[in-house]
């Protein structure tokens, strides 16, 4: 178990987590760390339990207080278990999981319910308050197309949508354990941990790559005067103008001066499609898009503490307003962290 209580495996989990009344406790805990007050009348004191988990009655005003009001679990039919275990093992699984696969794992009878509840999930993936990058190191920023091919539109690739990325570029400390000195690939038979590394991430969909699209992705993401890395595209001739250290490059192809240049953020785009395609199948519409980039830029910044993901999900939920399923399949509903206007268009995704 780790020393702040969070269960880092399955066994464990199980043992925390057995039943409704274990995870009730939980999430009160969760939504009153220094003890129960009641929302509506203000009063602090210890509230009478009912005998239904995640009901409290306040001793003051005499109001029932449900522990899922307001959060992303608001009026769910579904037991806390279920909430509980879809929030751990979309958050320490590395692949993640598909809703297909959750309802499989769980005897879920309809797919709309799991697919719902990951959602709700993935809308709680997001501070509100979250930082700017690149305070101390230098950024990487670029965009990527991800779609697939349209059948019936003539030869090519068409119709893909455009993502803007930017990676924090850190380096390890000089005799970190295990690290490489001067581009070392092995010692003594075993791989050795590169020079540089991928910090925090933040990933948005866009409608396209004008210099005011990228400028802006830059300017709600990157700090004030980072040193920022990218390709030779115009759309980011601006940024030494508006105060960052701009350090273009034309790469022209080039795969050898992309690795120098650039190296983590097209790693990012990489793996980010390859999750798309695999646990998704790359079935993924563009309304929704911006929702699984937020999965995967949370668990991409936990990586290295995997098994307290769940906590900080669950953290980030009891203070999100979740999609309800008319807004979110009309497309009305704004995903957090996505451009001003998602698109309101139906691309397929192969």
Same mark, same amino acid.
């Given at each position: 178990?780790?020393?702040?209580?969070?269960?880092?495996?399955?066994?464990?989990?199980?043992?925390?987590?057995?039943?409704e009344e274990a995870c009730a406790d939980y999430l009160?805990?969760?939504?009153?760390?220094? %003890?129960?007050?009641?929302?509506?009348?203000?009063?602090?004191?210890?509230?009478?339990?009912?005998?239904?988990?995640?009901?409290?009655?306040?001793?003051?005003?005499?109001?029932?207080?449900?522990?899922?009001?307001?959060?992303?679990?608001?009026?769910t039919h579904s037991e806390l278990t279920t909430w509980f275990w879809a929030a751990y093992?979309?958050?320490?699984?590395?692949?993640?999981?598909?809703?297909?696969?959750?309802?499989?794992?769980?005897?879920?009878?309809?797919?709309?319910t799991s697919y719902m509840l990951l959602q709700k999930l993935r809308s709680g993936m997001v501070r509100p308050e979250r930082d700017v990058i690149g305070t101390e190191h230098p950024v990487e920023v670029d965009e990527t197309l991800v779609g697939g091919r349209t059948k019936g539109k003539g030869r090519g690739v068409h119709e893909k949508v455009y993502v803007i990325g930017a990676v924090e570029v850190r380096t390890?400390?000089?005799?970190?354990?295990?690290?490489?000195?001067?581009?070392?690939?092995?010692s003594e038979g075993k791989p050795l941990k590169k020079r540089i590394y991928a910090g925090r991430l933040r990933l948005q969909m866009t409608d396209d790559r004008k210099a005011a699209t990228c400028e802006g992705f830059v300017r709600d993401h990157v700090a004030p005067g980072a040193r920022v !890395?990218?390709?030779?595209?115009?759309?980011?001739?601006?940024?030494? !103008?508006?105060?960052?250290?701009h350090d273009g490059l034309a790469l022209n192809a080039n795969a050898e001066l992309t690795n120098e240049h650039l190296p983590l953020i097209h790693l990012v785009f990489s793996n980010l499609?390859?999750?798309?395609?695999?646990?998704?199948?790359g079935r993924i519409e563009?309304?929704?898009?911006?929702?699984?980039?937020?999965?995967?830029?949370?668990?991409?910044? !936990?990586?290295?503490?995997?098994?307290? @993901?769940?906590? @900080?999900?669950?953290?980030?939920?009891?203070?999100?307003?979740?999609?309800?399923?008319?807004?979110?399949?009309?497309?009305?509903?704004?995903?957090?962290? %996505?451009?001003?206007?998602?698109?309101?268009?139906?691309?397929?995704?192969?």
């Amino acid at each position: 178990m780790d020393p702040r209580g969070f269960p880092e495996t399955l066994p464990e989990f199980q043992k925390v987590f057995p039943n409704e009344e274990a995870c009730a406790d939980y999430l009160e805990k969760l939504r009153w760390p220094d %003890g129960f007050a009641c929302p509506k009348c203000g009063v602090a004191a210890e509230p009478w339990r009912l005998a239904k988990p995640g009901v409290l009655k306040c001793s003051s005003c005499r109001a029932d207080i449900s522990l899922t009001a307001g959060t992303v679990m608001h009026s769910t039919h579904s037991e806390l278990t279920t909430w509980f275990w879809a929030a751990y093992l979309v958050t320490t699984q590395t692949p993640g999981m598909s809703a297909l696969q959750f309802q499989r794992q769980m005897g879920l009878k309809r797919y709309e319910t799991s697919y719902m509840l990951l959602q709700k999930l993935r809308s709680g993936m997001v501070r509100p308050e979250r930082d700017v990058i690149g305070t101390e190191h230098p950024v990487e920023v670029d965009e990527t197309l991800v779609g697939g091919r349209t059948k019936g539109k003539g030869r090519g690739v068409h119709e893909k949508v455009y993502v803007i990325g930017a990676v924090e570029v850190r380096t390890r400390r000089q005799g970190e354990d295990r690290s490489s000195p001067s581009g070392v690939a092995h010692s003594e038979g075993k791989p050795l941990k590169k020079r540089i590394y991928a910090g925090r991430l933040r990933l948005q969909m866009t409608d396209d790559r004008k210099a005011a699209t990228c400028e802006g992705f830059v300017r709600d993401h990157v700090a004030p005067g980072a040193r920022v !890395r990218t390709d030779g595209w115009q759309g980011y001739d601006g940024l030494t !103008r508006q105060g960052w250290s701009h350090d273009g490059l034309a790469l022209n192809a080039n795969a050898e001066l992309t690795n120098e240049h650039l190296p983590l953020i097209h790693l990012v785009f990489s793996n980010l499609k390859a999750w798309i395609n695999g646990t998704h199948h790359g079935r993924i519409e563009p309304k929704h898009l911006q929702a699984y980039l937020n999965e995967f830029v949370f668990r991409f910044n !936990r990586r290295f503490y995997p098994m307290t @993901s769940f906590n @900080s999900v669950l953290g980030l939920a009891v203070r999100t307003v979740p999609p309800t399923y008319a807004r979110l399949y009309s497309g009305v509903w704004q995903h957090p962290g %996505g451009p001003p206007k998602a698109p309101q268009i139906e691309i397929p995704f192969q």
